[in-house]
Structures are given as C-alpha cells and as structure tokens.
C-alpha cells in the first residue's frame, strides 16, 4: 500500500471517531450548554426531593396493580390497536403520588396517578400514565423543568417563593390558568373513584388509516365522593383504603375515548377540550389484585407514554417525547440501585412474599 493510501486511511478513521466524539458530546449537551436535557431534569428533580435509592425520580410513592382489561369492541371505530378487539387483555399497572418522596404522608389535594400497560397476545404492548388533574401545569418541557425549581420550597421559609412564582405566572399566562383549573378540581376521597387523564393529545388511526386526535380517560364506576378536609389518621390512608377495597372485590374503571375536534390544540396540555366532545366508552378495567412495588411487577415497569402499539400514535405535543426520554433516564438510575423499602405493602409481602 503507498503512504498516501495509509496516511487517506488513517484520515479517515481519524474522522470517523471525530464524529463519533462529536455525537456523545451533543447527546450529553456538551456542545449547548443551554441545551435541556433529560439528565438535567432527572438532577433537577433529585435537587428538589432528594434521592430516594431505587425509587422513580417522579411519582415515588405507590402500589402495583393486576388486572384485566375487557374490550367492548367500540374502540375500533377510531383505533385499528389490538388492544380494542372485543375480549380481554391482561394489565400491569401503578397508582401513585406525584412527587419524587416516597415516604410522604397521603393527603387529600397530593395528585394521584395511574399507569397502565396493557399487554395483547400479540406483544403490541401499550403503555399509558394519567394523573388525577383536568389539564397539565406547563405546555413545554422547558417550562417543566422552570417550574420544577420555581414550586420548590424556600429552605427559608418552607414556600415557594412568591416572587419567582408572580415572575414565572406573567412569563407563562398558560401555567397560571391551569393551576386555577387544577386548583379549582373536586377532589375525590380515594383512588377507587378518582377520574385519570392521559392530558397530552395522541392521534388514533383506523382500520382505513383515518386518524384522530384524542384524549383518554379511565373514569371509576364507584360513585363520586368528595374527599375530607384533612388526612385520614394512617400516613398512607389512601393506599390502605384502596388496598382493603381490592381486597373485598375488585375495583374497575370504564376508558372512555374522547374524539378531539379540528382545532382543538394537541400541542398544548395546558387547555381542556371543549366537554361537548364525542366520548366513547371502549371497555373496563377490573383491578383484582394490589401488591407492594418492592416484589410487585410494576416495579421495573417504564411507563412510557411513547410505548404505542400500531393504530395509536403520538401528537405533536413537546412534552411527549420529553416524557419518554426522561422517564428513561430516572428509570436508568433506579434501576441500577439497591431500593429502599417502600412506604406502602400489602398483606401478601408482609407476610415475605
Ligand atoms: C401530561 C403530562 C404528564 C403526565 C400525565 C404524567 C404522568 C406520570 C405518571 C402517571 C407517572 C408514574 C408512572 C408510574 O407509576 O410508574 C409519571 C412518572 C414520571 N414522570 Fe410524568 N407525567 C407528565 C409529564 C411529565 C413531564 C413533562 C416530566 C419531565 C419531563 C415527567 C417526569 C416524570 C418522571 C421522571 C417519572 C418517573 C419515571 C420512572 O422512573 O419510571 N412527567 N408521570
């Protein structure tokens, strides 16, 4: 071989791991200091709660849950998924706190959580988490990780301090509307007949490729209740309560569909769609059986939004693909850690299961 040809050689290797370089060091934000990424918002979320060993940076309180999930066959009108042929699929799912302490008290106005995967024989697996608010905080992961440190207490004062949050509400009129919304909600007495919303847009495509935005919802059949003004006596009163109710027969909720209309925005999770939308209840989930996340299978469960099985796609909503990146990342760092018990078990791990 000449020394030119050794020397083009070696030029081009030499580039070859420049680029590769150059890639790691973009993926890590090294080359865009300014750039959000999903590390900053997993150290952003340990600044604020701290870090608890093997736990989710977000929504670390919970409980497992088994079930079953019954196909009406109505879900098929808008969605080719398997999930909605008529029949019924297995389900893993989590209720859950928001926050990153697991060890907190339960009370009444915390936002309660619900993630499902739902697990077709044909491994079109979907995954989905909802939270107990009528729309989301913030329109965009950069707001997200603002509020994250605006909303956190003040070591002085054990607030928020009031100044950074007027600055933030008058930099994000979007945000302070929906805290009003959300402020504003009724809030139920338990988890078993609490109403869970998917919040972001997602578009389902039909059998013909027809495709719609939509929202979801896993709606309770128990009765409205509202919730008292002050925490049940046990520090997890709502797990127990819900823990006990499952226990005696199992608990189910009907996912209803809600068909968005044109206009109505998929990228934004701060504003609620008009409630004259089409609704359409798909089926019901039983939950039949509750154990502690220490031994439960939610345990390594990701829930992440962008896990879609064919005929359910994303929207165009920023905070989806952040969600999924994030989620990644706080489930990376838990994974690779011993975890500390949890605060919630249920009769069958206490016994050592
Ligand atoms: C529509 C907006 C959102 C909804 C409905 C939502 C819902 C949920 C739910 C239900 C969980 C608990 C899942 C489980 O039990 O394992 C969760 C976990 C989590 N969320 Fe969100 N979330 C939203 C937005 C965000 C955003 C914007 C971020 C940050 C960019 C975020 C960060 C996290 C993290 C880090 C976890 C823990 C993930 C894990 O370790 O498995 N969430 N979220």
Known sequence: ????????????????????????????????????TPVKVVDRFEQVDGISAGFRRNHAKGLCFAGVFQSNGQGLRVSRASVFDMGEVPVVGRFALAGGQPYLPDTPQMVRSMAVRFMPADGEDWRTGMNDIPVFPVST???????LAVFAPDPATGKPDPARMADFFARHPESAHAIEL????????????????????????DAEGKSVAVRWSMVPDAPFEAAAAAPGADKNYLFEDLIARIGQQPVQF?????????????????????????????GTLSIHAVEGEDVGA??????????????????????????SAVYSRSFWRRAGESKDPSAVTTPAADKGA
């Open 141 to 147: 992961p950069e707001a997200f990780y603002e509020q």
């Open 298 to 323: 939610c345990r390594d469960v990701n829930f992440d939004p962008l896990v879609l099985p064919a005929g359910i796609e994303p929207s165009d909503d920023p905070l989806l693909s952040a969600r």
């Open 1 to 36: 071989m000449s020394l030119i040809a050794v020397l083009l050689r070696l030029g081009i290797i030499g580039l070859v791991s420049l680029l590769v370089t150059a890639a790691f060091l973009y993926a890590g934000g090294w080359l865009s200091p300014d750039r959000l």
């Open 254 to 282: 009907h996912l209803v569909v809600t068909i968005g209309q044109p206009g109505d925005p998929t990228n934004d999770a701060t504003v609620a769609w008009p409630p004259e939308r089409e609704r359409i209840d798909v």
């Open 182 to 205: 959300i402020k504003a909600r009724a809030v139920s007495s338990g988890f078993h007949n609490d109403t869970f919303n998917s919040l972001d847009a997602f578009r389902f495509v």
